[in-house]
């Protein structure tokens, strides 16, 4: 067994070494050596600041559905042997539909093999791909509490029901429209809204700081990553892009809560209006050019972000507030400060002027002066 586990280990870090040979052992001897690499690697990232959804987001990127599935399976077999999970890491196997849908008492890679109708060599196979995804993996900082790590009482600061669905309402419409200073002036309200039910509950609350990542898609990820940033710094939240493909947040719960939301649907607006930028523009024309659409992304997200500053200004600015707001600024600095000892500035440059001025124009267009609903 041992040379079974050593084995799997080779052919994961090495991908041109032979796959591991399983002639003449059991099911279960195969099983058992795949899965205790597999937990042993898992415990390993555990312990260096991965969450499932990471892993999740990590093999989506670089393998196949086969391996996403083996990696949903073998967390949920490893979260159902924990006494106690954080609730973040609930959430996130609930979101990915993470189960024990196997007889537990019987090989799992067997019956994984028949229900993707894969031999069982091939199952392997699929198990040491995806481990030599999870072995490379470096560390990112501990956010929450690993599990099976007693829990202490968890407070949870969360955008009030009828705001939720009042914002969620005012960001589906500007999803919808086909009119760009339609879109911008609902987002606009949103963030007004969430931004004054924000700062009347804070004086009242206990500070929740606390870190999040947002995980984007591939292309232009650049751009992406700014407009998260910027309504980041709007919030009263701070921002570091890893290069992996998330952006990491620091801020109080609710404040992230409010990032999350914001930022999900302005970067489809700001897709949907790079792309409309392009319309009835012939191929190897500049505005359907890659240059173009990144630099319409990064000048979208300077504007807004100086926009979505000016729309939270009057409310910052009450007297009342002032300690409150500083108070909850250290704690959000210092928190930041402890889990990012070593980041650093990245210019990213504009190729595209055009794209540039179009991408201002696009979020400039807004009309900020509207009624509140």
């Known amino acids: ?153 968890i407070t949870h600061h969360t955008v009030a029901p009828k705001i939720l669905k009042r914002v969620r309402a005012l960001l589906a419409k500007a999803e919808s429209t086909a009119f760009p200073e339609e879109a911008e002036a609902l987002s606009a309200k949103a963030q007004e809204l969430v931004t004054r039910h924000a700062l009347e509950r804070m004086p009242s609350e206990e500070p929740t700081t606390t870190s999040r990542r947002v995980w984007l898609d591939k292309r232009y990820f650049d751009g992406k990553a700014q407009v998260v940033h910027v309504v980041a710094d709007a919030n009263r939240c701070r921002a570091v892009v890893y290069d992996l493909g998330f952006v990491a947040l620091v801020g109080e719960e609710l404040d992230l809560e409010i990032v999350e939301l914001l930022s999900a649907s302005l970067l489809v607006q700001a897709t949907r209006a790079m792309v409309a930028a392009g319309d009835g523009a012939r191929k190897g024309d500049e505005a359907r050019s890659s240059s173009f659409r990144k630099s319409f992304l990064l000048s979208y997200a300077h504007r ?57 124009a696009a979020a400039d267009r807004a009309r900020l002066d509207v009624d509140r609903p």
Do not use: C
């Not at 796959?19 to 898992?42: C, I, S």
């Not at 190729?351 to 540039?356: C, K, P, T, V, Y």
């Open 1 to 153: 067994m041992d040379s079974l586990r050593d084995a799997i280990r080779r052919a994961a870090v090495n991908r041109r070494a032979p796959l591991p040979r399983t002639a003449g052992l059991t099911p279960t001897e195969v099983d058992g050596a795949v899965r205790d690499v597999l937990d042993q690697t898992l415990e390993h990232l555990w312990d260096h600041g991965w969450l499932p959804q990471d892993l999740f987001e990590v093999v989506k990127r670089n393998e196949d559905d086969r391996a996403l599935s083996f990696l949903v399976d073998a967390l949920a077999r490893k979260a159902s042997r924990y006494p106690s999970l954080h609730p973040r890491w609930t959430e996130q196997l609930a979101d990915m539909d993470a189960a024990v849908w196997w007889d537990e008492s019987e090989p799992h890679l067997a019956q994984w093999a028949r229900k993707h109708i894969e031999l069982p060599d091939d199952a392997v196979a699929v198990a040491v791909a995806l481990l030599g995804t999870l072995m490379t993996l470096p560390g990112l900082p501990l956010i929450v509490p690993r599990p099976g790590s007693p829990l202490a009482a």
């Open 304 to 360: 807004v972000g100086e926009r979505l500053k000016a729309a939270n200004a009057p409310a910052s600015d009450d007297d009342r507030l002032l300690p409150v707001l500083a108070a909850r600024k250290r704690a959000v600095d210092d928190h930041f400060a402890g889990l990012f000892t070593n980041t650093r500035t990245k210019s990213t440059p504009i190729r595209s002027a055009a794209g540039w001025d179009a991408g201002r």
